[in-house]
């Protein structure tokens, strides 16, 4: 049967067994009416042409997506925007079918233009340069002289650790493009033409005003029951959760929760929608139209007349509504994203300024807001969530005033990225491009807690014109809406981008797809209502029209970054599949091989998989006793610095140790191809050249190893750990010089690290030697020198070094004054000794201790008096300590005595 049969063969059934209107009854009208629905529904699900069959197959689609899209993470995962990628393709299809088979192609709209602009300067991010114009003027480039400069000073290095010059040298890395890391911005291309094609999609799938009200209802169904859940999420007694998250910072199924706030609003600006568009039906549909009005005569008046209409109009279409708004709220509250909150704040604002200045509604708009908020307000107290809210929302005053966020650091360290302003770093590297310029972190963020800072450094300064122009064009196509019934789209649409647009100033969450292809498939199909409706009512302007040329070129730019962007998808997927087995397995893993197929991140995760073998193998071994002293045996590390150097004699044992089992280094070779794989691929990639001195047996020849390593040091330096780990491997192993380079590096920019330095240091190095690792400072000296204690003539070299009066300069912490007072009580400087201390008194106001020490001090000097006013601080500080009660009372004894005697 086919499908264009159904609606007449139901015409037929409703036409025959149709009732003579002379005999029919008030029952038989209502079977005919049920008849004519079921036609009329038939209709509507399987039309009778192809244009009709396309448009049902893309909604559907379009449906399905944003219906699905937040449950699993909000679709973050690579494997989810893998199938993401998938159906952009097979809509893109349906789209192309449908443009073929239409008479006159629509509009497209200029915030395309700009998303399609930013693809192309992606793809000119990829093109190859020649090397000269490469480092004189891109952002690798400007790196990749810094690791040149490293490499140069460790080939000098390990000559002199006597480091075996091995038989294999590295591969040529991979072309110098403008982007530091083409395979990651050929997937966020991808990525970025598949919101294209969503937007695209519902911009011509969603024309009818029936399509467009599904829409809305789905998004706002879908947001909803995600809010209801993080809700019960939040006041579950034994912290369940949907996935497998930390509470504290997950909300729902959103790994963060600030990117609920963001995915909430396009569900509460569907509702809005909804709720506005109902109000304007009950309203038509009102026999109060005719009664009679008498004007209000003050504002008051009219405020109580617009809420007497509301509760009039209340129905259960509006309180569905209501209550909808009151989740949503509720949950954004809940999930105490700070900047979700104040984003909804400013962006309801602006709506209801938005709607005063088109509509003049605001009054029923602030009616309707002040009752959501006031409900929302009990069931929050009601929920016990309120107090964590305040608390969340009291820390943005006390950061603005100590500037603590570290997101202003982190944006500091993102503009002085080298070159990015011009050209950028490459789309979707941030995380690669801001390694070796932060300056206090630790940790490794992935992007930037921005999305306009992260487009700064993934497109340069030409790639943020380019968003803010999009934006313009999309708030002018707002404000030149004029269509009769766009106005219960408008207003859902300025809250949504509003909301977005501004927590997009602190957040991320804008580029993870539940967010943002809900977002387009919002403003798509209100784009598609309002175009249809102005070609209805002959409202056609140039900014509307549409043409062939401009759809085949969109089309043929979306196919290319498709198609160049998804092997890189898929293998970025595969190793986030790869990764999760490796986590999970606590056996020997059979790895897999993949061949050609294998792709940088498929890679590192193979090599991981490889060094997990070489460390289980290790442990199963029986350790002896005279090697149990080396630290961590079953490290990957240190048991390829044990390959790679037999000669050394503090590493004999192990490698003969190690070499009973043939399958260690087989392991490990193998985890050195899949590494030297990867960082052939990615050359700033730290996972790669980390992993790859992790599993170096002696392989690579000095150039080769001077190469890796000097990345370690460049791009890994957020990452202390590791060179610390680094640098102790190698003062085990017997190579001092590297030790010592890797230490100084590690010094300056990490000072606490001076507390790991092994206390054998001082047997290795002399005391300039030790000084020039600490840069000279006399700081970091004398803290190094304050924990040698069990070596005299050592700490007495090094103070021998220390310029105590630049000391007392640079002294602004109590913790540098402690080392005032370490040095004057080494010198035996009685004098400097007091001033040290009353200087850490007043720095460090709880601390009894020193003022116990200071009133001894003071003490044998004579000074009773002012040694009594100590003491009696620190006997206030110490919750009245019996010991210093006895000092104190045999102090001022002293000075009654001395009174007396006087």
Not at 372 to 396: H, K, N, P, Q
Not at 574 to 589: C, P, W, Y
Request: proline content about 4%.
């Amino acid at each position: 049967m086919r499908i264009q049969n159904i609606p007449t063969m139901v015409k037929r059934i409703s036409t025959k067994h149709r009732p003579n209107p002379r005999t029919t009854s008030q029952v038989g009208t209502r079977g005919a009416s049920l008849l004519e629905r079921i036609n009329a529904a038939a209709r509507m699900l399987f039309p009778a042409t192809l244009e009709g069959i396309l448009d049902r197959i893309g909604q559907l689609t379009l449906l399905v997506v944003v219906v699905v899209l937040p449950w699993h993470y909000g679709s973050v995962t690579w494997t989810d925007q893998c199938w993401l990628l998938g159906v952009a393709a097979g809509l893109l299809l349906c789209l192309t079918f449908k443009l073929l088979v239409t008479a006159t192609p629509p509009p497209i709209p200029k915030i395309v233009w700009a998303l399609v602009v930013l693809v192309t300067i992606g793809l000119i991010q990829l093109i190859p340069l020649p090397r000269s114009s490469w480092e004189l003027a891109t952002v690798g480039g400007a790196y990749q002289k810094v690791v040149t400069e490293q490499r140069d000073a460790l080939l000098a290095i390990l000559g002199q650790d006597g480091t075996p010059a091995g038989n294999e040298s590295m591969a040529p890395l991979p072309p110098p493009t403008i982007s530091i890391d083409p395979l990651q911005t050929r997937a966020t291309l991808a990525s970025l033409a598949a919101a294209i094609v969503f937007f695209l999609a519902t911009s011509v799938f969603f024309r009818s005003r029936e399509a467009h009200v599904v829409m809305l209802i789905s998004l706002a169904v879908a947001g909803v029951s995600h809010a209801v859940l993080g809700v019960l999420q939040s006041v579950s007694w034994n912290g369940w959760t949907l996935l497998p998250m930390p509470k504290e910072s997950c909300f729902s199924t959103f790994v963060s929760r600030n990117t609920a706030a963001q995915y909430y609003a396009t569900g509460a600006a569907a509702t809005i929608s909804l709720m506005i568009a109902w109000f304007a039906r009950v309203k038509r549909q009102s026999s109060r139209r005719y009664q009679v009005r008498y004007p209000a005569i003050n504002a008051l008046a009219r405020m109580r007349r617009r809420a007497e209409d509301l509760l009039l109009d209340l129905d259960a279409g509006s309180l569905v509504a209501l209550l909808v708004l009151i989740c949503f709220l509720v949950a954004v509250f809940a999930a105490a994203s700070r900047g979700g909150v104040l984003a909804w704040f400013g962006a309801t604002v602006i709506t209801l300024v938005y709607a005063f200045t088109r509509d003049r509604i605001v009054s029923r708009y602030l009616i309707l807001l002040l009752v959501i908020v006031s409900l929302a307000g009990v069931l929050l107290v009601t929920l016990e969530l309120d107090d964590t809210t305040i608390a969340r929302l009291g820390t943005v005053m006390d950061e603005m005033e100590s500037g603590s966020n570290a997101r202003y650091r982190l944006w500091l360290d993102a503009m002085d990225i080298p070159h990015v302003w011009w050209a950028g770093a490459g789309a979707g590297t941030f995380h690669f491009a801001i390694l070796p310029v932060v300056t206090m972190f630790s940790s490794w963020f992935y992007h930037a807690e921005s999305v306009y800072v992260e487009a700064f450094a993934d497109f340069g300064l030409g790639g943020l014109v380019v968003l803010g122009w999009g934006m313009a064009c999309l708030i002018g196509q707002l404000k030149r809406d004029t269509t009769s019934r766009g106005k219960y789209a408008r207003v859902g649409i300025v809250f949504a981008i509003s909301a977005i647009a501004l927590q997009s100033f602190v957040d991320f969450s804008l580029i993870i797809p539940a967010v943002y292809i809900s977002l387009a498939c919002l403003v798509g199909a209100w784009w598609a209502q309002d175009t249809e409706l102005a070609a209805t009512e002959k409202l056609t302007s140039p900014t509307l029209r549409g043409g062939w040329r401009g759809w085949v070129a969109i089309g043929a730019l979306i196919c290319g970054a498709i198609l160049m962007g998804f092997p890189s998808l898929i293998d970025k997927a595969r190793g986030e599949q790869l990764a999760r087995i490796a986590d999970r397995q606590q056996g020997l893993m059979s790895v897999p091989t993949l061949g050609n197929a294998e792709g940088p991140d498929a890679a590192i995760q193979l090599g991981r998989m490889h060094q997990k073998n070489a460390e289980l193998l290790a442990e199963r071994l029986e350790w002896p006793d005279e090697i149990t002293d080396v630290g961590r045996l079953s490290d990957a590390l240190l048991m390829a610095t044990a390959l790679r150097l037999p000669h050394q004699e503090s590493l004999k044992a192990l490698q003969a140790f190690l070499s009973q089992d043939p399958a260690i280094a087989t392991q490990l070779q193998a985890s050195a191809d899949r590494f030297h794989r990867a960082l052939m691929a990615n050359a700033v990639d730290w996972r790669a050249a980390w992993g790859l001195a992790r599993s170096d047996i002696g392989q690579w020849d000095r150039q080769a190893r001077a190469e890796y390593l000097a990345r370690v040091a460049v791009f890994a330096r957020f990452r202390p750990s590791i060179l610390q780990r680094l640098a102790s491997t190698a003062f085990l192993s017997g190579e001092y010089e590297l030790a010592r380079w890797l230490w100084t590096g590690l010094v300056e920019r990490y000072p606490q690290t001076i507390e790991s330095l092994p206390p054998e240091v001082a047997e290795i190095y002399t005391s300039r030697q030790i000084a020039s690792m600490l840069h000279d400072d006399p700081l970091w000296i004398l803290r190094f020198a304050r924990r040698s204690g069990d070596s005299p003539q050592l700490i007495e070299e090094l103070l021998e070094q220390v310029n105590i009066e630049q000391v007392i300069n640079r002294a602004t912490e109590a913790s540098h004054w402690r080392l005032v007072v370490w040095y004057a009580q080494t010198m035996e400087n009685e004098d400097l000794l007091i001033t040290a201390m009353r200087k850490v008194a007043q720095l460090a106001p709880q601390d009894h201790a020193i003022r116990h020490r200071l009133a001894r001090s003071l003490e044998q000097r004579g000074e009773i008096e002012e040694a009594i006013r100590w003491m009696r601080q620190a006997e206030r500080r110490s919750s009245r300590n019996p010991n210093y009660t006895q000092y104190r009372t045999y102090l001022e004894e002293m000075a009654d005595q001395a009174n007396s005697g006087g």
